[in-house]
């Protein structure tokens, strides 16, 4: 630990990384929910159990922050982990519709794998500390199997009581983000949002598949990778990773309680949320690009870039970094466009997407936002 409290500077380890590309699985399967349940029901399903699975890998990211996974044992346990949340990724499709059980069962195996490594940490503090919230986590994966097995309105009530309470219990706790290495922190986020943006990408490599490769098909392609590609600027930009690093330990510093959690917790499920809906409303819109859309689909397009736009800025916020208001621009224009895929067609709304993305972020290069740490 350094002078300030801050945990000393550590790369992401590499297995970590492997860890993250295991875990955008579940991205993937989240845009299946969406792709086949175009409706609010779809929506909210998608919502609480990304919202269930979200408090388990920040757990994971703040245990490999805090408790390295620099050896043997460690790191078997980490591919423990892994194997945990693919099996919970393959449940995640027809969770509501039968395999919940064994979506809660394998989350049960995610909360025990992550609480061992934690309890068995050699530095004294830290498995206190953990010791008493571990049975607090167990608790809230026992009601994710019940309502699995449960099935019906029970699973509905149990999994959207288990994703609340997960995410009110740390306000009752004493705030430990000052224990976490900023570097670390900022770095594993921003790594697990460039590849959650890949599936947009991926989704755009499944809705060309659709056609034979023609002139239509590369320049529907072609929008969908400026859409993808407005995503990457919004988060990453010029030196945003720097600014977040700073705003974290700034944030700390000036008594900001929470940072951690205000900061990458559940404000991540709507950024992951947003990466979500696009990757299906590409999807979809590159497929017919000639066919009006339904409304859903529409809004899983515009509102998925808002979403993902405004999630950002909140996160942004809770560091001190400010919020750029032409951002809020971009987001609403981004809604906007739904009408266009209803009315005429996807892929006018893709193009139009396309447009207000490039535009936005044009407009904004043209007057800089002082995007300082205060």
Known sequence: MSENGQ?????????????????????????????????????????VMLAIVWWMYG?????????????????????AGMISYLVLALAIPDAFEGKGLEFGLAYLLVVLVHGGLFTVSTEVRLSTIYRGFFPVNIAFALMVVAGGALGGDGQYALWTLAAVSAWISPHLIADQSRLLGAHHFVERHALVVLVAIGESVVAVGIGANAHGVDAGTLVTIAFGMVISAGLWWAYFGVGDDELRQRGFVEAITAGRRLVALGAFGLVFVAVLGGVVAVAAGLQHAIAHPGHEVSAAQALYLGGGVALFVLADQLSRRAMLMGVRPSR?????????????????????????????VVTGFWLESRAPFEAKAV
């Open 7 to 47: 945990a000393t500077v550590t790369e992401v380890s590499r297995l970590e990384l492997f860890f993250d590309l295991v875990f955008v699985f579940t991205i993937t399967q989240f845009t299946t929910v969406l792709e086949q349940r175009p409706s609010l029901t779809g929506v909210y399903q998608a919502a």
């Open 328 to 356: 809020m621009l971009i987001a609403a224009a981004a809604v906007a466009t739904a009408p266009v895929g209803v009315w005429l067609a996807g892929g006018a709304q893709e193009a139009l997407l396309a447009a207000v």
């Open 59 to 79: 757990g994971y990211a703040w245990l490999t922050n805090l408790v390295p996974p620099d050896r043997g044992a460690r790191r078997a346990a980490m591919v």
